[in-house]
C-alpha cells in the first residue's frame, strides 16, 4: 500500500469512524479512540475537570466578569467537550451566582454520539438552560453571535501532527499486517513550518492556523480560553506518546533520533495519542487571526489570577466551611506544582479586553 503522511494516521486513530482506515491500509481498523467517552478515575486519564467543579466554577468566575459587562449575543462555547462536564460546571456557577446572566451555551461536536452523552450530563445536572450542540463552524457562524467566548481543556494536544526529523517528514505505511513508520522528504508546507518555528525534531500541528481563524470566523468580537500542557518554545525532541489506563508509553525509544518504539503502533485506535503543545506556534497562529494574547501562564499562577480564591470565598460562602474543607483536596491538585499546577499552562487568546 502507498504511505500515508502521519497526521492522516493520526487522524484515523483518533477520530475515524473505521472505514476509511480500513480503505486506505487494507486491514480491519477501529472507530477512533475519541469517538468513546475517555475521561475519568475509571477510564483513561484524568484531568482538570475529573477533579471537580473548582476547575469550571473558576473559569466562570473569570468569564462572567467579562460577560456581566456585555449587551448583545453572547455564546459560551466549549470545543471537545467529550461528556460536557466542564461547560456544565461553567453553566452551574453562572446560575449559581447570577442568575440574571443571558448567554447561550454550546459545545462544538461533529460526532453525535458524544452529542447524546453531552445532553445526558446537561439533564442530569438538573440545568435550567438549554445546551445546545453544533456539529461545525459554519453552524456557529450561521448562528450570528456579537461574542464568542470558546473554551476547553486539553484540545491543542489532540490535533493530528506531522512528525519531522532534520529535513524528513514521517509517513505510515503496512508491511506483513503491521504498521512501520519511515521518513521521507518534506512536503514544502511542512518545511515552511519547521523552519519559521525552528522545529529540527519534533511534532507540527498543521491545522492550527486554520483552526485559529475558524474560531476568530464565529463573531466579532471572540476569545479562545484554554489548558494545556508543553512549552513555549521547541523542544526539538519527539514527545509523542500513547496514554491507556492512566499508564503512559513513548512512541519512540529515543527522543532525539526517531527509533520507533514498533509496538505501540499496534495500539491503533485503542489509546489516546498525545503529545506536548507548543504554545509559541499556537501563540502565532491567533495572531494571525488577529487575537491578541491575554494571558499565558503555568496553571497555577494562572488560575490565581483568574480569581481562584475569590471564587472560593464566594463557595464558602454559599456551599459553607465544611463542605469546602471537604473538597479542598481537589483544589490543591488543581494548583500542586507536584499535581496539574506546574505541569499544564493556562492561556487565553482574543481580540478585545474588557
Known sequence: MESQSFSRFMQEWLYGNGVKATEIFGITCPVGYYRKARVGKDLDFYTNVSVGEFFGYTIGFYLYHSISKLQGKIALIEIGSE???????????????????????????????????????????????????CADFTELQALHYDYAFFVSNELLDAFPVELVMKDKMAFVSLENGNFTLIFKDMTPKVRDMAHAFSIEIGEIPLGAFNFAKDVASVAKHWRFLSFDYGSMDARNAF????????????????????????????????TDLTYDVHFGLWQKAFESACGKTLFLHRQNRALVDMGLDKMCEWYITHFGLQTYMQKSAKLRTLISPGAFGERFFGFCFGNFLD
Do not use: C, M
Not at 453562572?94 to 458524544?114: H, M, N
Not at 514527545?239 to 491503533?268: C, M, P, W
Open 239 to 270: 514527545s509523542l506518546r500513547l496514554y491507556h489506563k492512566h499508564n503512559t508509553q513513548n512512541v519512540f525509544k529515543d527522543a532525539k533520533i526517531g527509533e520507533l518504539n514498533k509496538e505501540s503502533l499496534l495500539s491503533f485506535g485503542t
Open 83 to 133: 461528556k460536557g462536564d466542564l461547560i456544565a460546571d461553567i453553566a452551574e456557577f453562572f446560575a449559581l451566582f447570577d442568575k440574571s446572566l443571558r448567554v447561550d451555551f454550546i459545545t462544538l461536536e461533529p460526532l453525535e454520539s458524544l452529542q447524546a452523552l453531552q445532553q445526558q450530563t446537561w439533564q442530569k445536572r438538573g440545568l435550567e438552560s438549554q445546551l445546545l450542540n
